[in-house]
T-cell receptor
Framework: GAVVSQHPSWVICKSGTSVKIECRSL??????MFWYRQFPKQSLMLMAT?????????EQGVEKDKFLINHASLTLSTLTVTSAHPEDSSFYIC??????????FGPGTRLTVT | AQSVTQLDSQVPVFEEAPVELRCNYS??????LFWYVQYPNQGLQLLLK??????LVKGINGFEAEFNKSQTSFHLRKPSVHISDTAEYFC????????????FGDGTTLTVKP
């Protein structure tokens, strides 16, 4: 089946620095990818839709200048958390839909900002 | 807009007992329905899906779900659970025209006790 990978799986960074998270579709092409944020014991909150070759679409309340998304190829989307603060600590998950209306999720990235 | 309600936030059950995790949805148009499982610090894994056809769908790990259009429900069942089924379970709906953007329920924590 389709596989989506994320890198890194976990990262610790200092407050004020930026962190980049990669999401790759390994055996299929994804013109669209989704980025989610998940707080402990909560559901997934959609942050933005990443579109290959065009600007990302952000959900209401998500700061596009803080969460930079780039979808440079049909298999790679990146999320950069700029000037990270402790409140940005969370579990970030990406997903990619297939033509058969399924979504394949990455394993997630645990971000801890100290 | 569509919404998903998972009626139980936590479901404790003893090993080898049957379990049902409830999911109701609301939508003004036809939807596709999914159940995902999430183990600690991991991404989501698809358990099963309803796209069309038979309303009883079977998934992995012995789970099944029944789509009930009149009651707008998609409850997940397993006749005999194992300790390894302890995880978070998410119900999700997808509108065909929504470019793969799913709406998730808040999740149900299934805890299987020995």
């Amino acid at each position: 089946g389709a596989v989506v990978s994320q890198h890194p799986s976990w990262v610790i960074c200092k407050s004020g620095t930026s962190v980049k998270i990669e999401c790759r579709s390994l055996d299929f092409q994804a013109t669209t990818m989704f980025w989610y944020r998940q707080f402990p014991k909560q559901s997934l909150m959609l942050m933005a839709t990443s579109n290959e070759g065009s600007k990302a679409t952000y959900e209401q309340g998500v700061e596009k200048d803080k969460f930079l998304i780039n979808h440079a190829s049909l298999t790679l989307s990146t999320l950069t958390v700029t000037s990270a603060h402790p409140e940005d600590s969370s579990f970030y998950i990406c997903s990619a839909p297939t033509s058969s209306n399924e979504q394949y999720f990455g394993p997630g990235t645990r971000l801890t900002v100290t | 807009a569509q919404s998903v309600t998972q009626l139980d936030s936590q479901v404790p059950v003893f090993e080898e007992a049957p379990v049902e995790l409830r999911c109701n949805y609301s939508s003004s148009v036809s939807v596709y329905l999914f159940w995902y499982v999430q183990y600690p610090n991991q991404g989501l894994q698809l358990l099963l899906k309803y796209l069309s056809g038979s309303t009883l769908v079977k998934g992995i790990n012995g789970f099944e779900a029944e789509f009930n259009k009149s009651q707008t429900s998609f409850h997940l069942r397993k006749p005999s659970v194992h300790i390894s089924d302890t995880a978070e379970y998410f119900c999700a709906v997808l509108i065909n025209t929504n470019a793969g953007k799913s709406t998730f329920g808040d999740g149900t924590t299934l805890t299987v006790k020995p």
